[in-house]
């Protein structure tokens, strides 16, 4: 897949991110109590009923949210340290792209994830249009972002991590708004990304073939284990319940 030319600083070793005996809470709810992960594996994928806990998995992972019990490691060193030593190491695509996107057109929301390596405005944006057109899109570069439909923006933030190039990529419900052709374009891209990407979804067939997959429940880790086990698990326990409420 080609690339804007700062590619070649992409990060190719899969990080190690852990989780070590964290307890979050949100109010009266507990979200995780004493969970504990290793992820070092270049796929992970994240499945479970809504209000799992997989969005909150991610939140912390990304420093957005802070445990009241626990650590968070990147590469054995304290997320935030870590990131504060190297900017940039992990970057999280929202469920909902409305509430990742800044900037009014496409070309200046790309360029926004080249601005921390001191680049000036003017070759941020000539290297976000590098990147459009090289997927033949150069005539989204100046378009309002407000003016895509929801799949294009979902596009747009794909983007924004992609030329920002941080070491792992969280994606957090990534095929939601995406037609078949985006769903299949994305699937592709994952499969060719140098960095470690964990990808939580419910179109299991998107994460069946990951070598590791995670599936929560209720903020416990219910099973982990190799895809095409994990998913059909969680499957025939969807239709145990089904076939219980009936």
Not at 17 to 24: A, D, F, I, K, Y
Not at 39 to 56: F, H, M, V
Not at 198 to 226: K, M, N, Y
Request: proline content about 6%; some cysteine.
């Amino acid at each position: 897949m080609p690339e804007p030319d700062r590619t070649a600083q992409t990060h190719h070793a899969t990080a190690r991110l852990s989780v070590e005996g964290v307890r979050l809470q949100r109010g009266t709810t507990t979200v995780f109590d004493g969970l504990d992960l290793r992820l070092d594996e270049p796929r992970i994928g994240l499945i479970g009923d809504n209000g799992a806990g997989k969005t909150s998995l991610f939140r912390l992972l990304c420093g957005l949210d802070m445990p009241q019990r626990g650590r968070v490691l990147l590469d054995g060193i304290e997320l935030h340290a870590a990131r504060a030593q190297r900017p940039g190491q992990v970057g999280l695509m929202f469920q909902n792209p409305d509430d990742q996107i800044i900037f009014p057109t496409v070309e200046e929301e790309l360029a926004l994830g080249l601005r921390p390596l001191g680049l000036s405005k003017r070759d941020a944006i000539a290297q976000a249009r590098t990147l459009l057109a090289q997927r033949d899109l150069a005539e989204w570069a100046p378009r309002a972002v407000a003016g895509l439909s929801q799949g294009q923006r979902q596009q747009v933030c794909w983007l924004s991590l992609l030329i920002a190039a941080p070491r792992v990529l969280l994606l957090d419900e990534p095929f939601a708004s995406l037609d078949l052709p985006g769903q299949a374009r994305l699937a592709r891209d994952i499969a060719a990304a140098p960095q470690q990407v964990l990808v939580s979804t419910h179109v299991l067939d998107h994460v069946r073939s990951f070598g590791r997959v995670l599936w929560l429940e209720r903020g416990r880790l219910r099973a982990d284990g190799p895809g095409h086990e994990v998913c059909a698990a969680y499957e025939a326990d969807v239709a145990r319940r089904l076939q219980a409420s009936d």
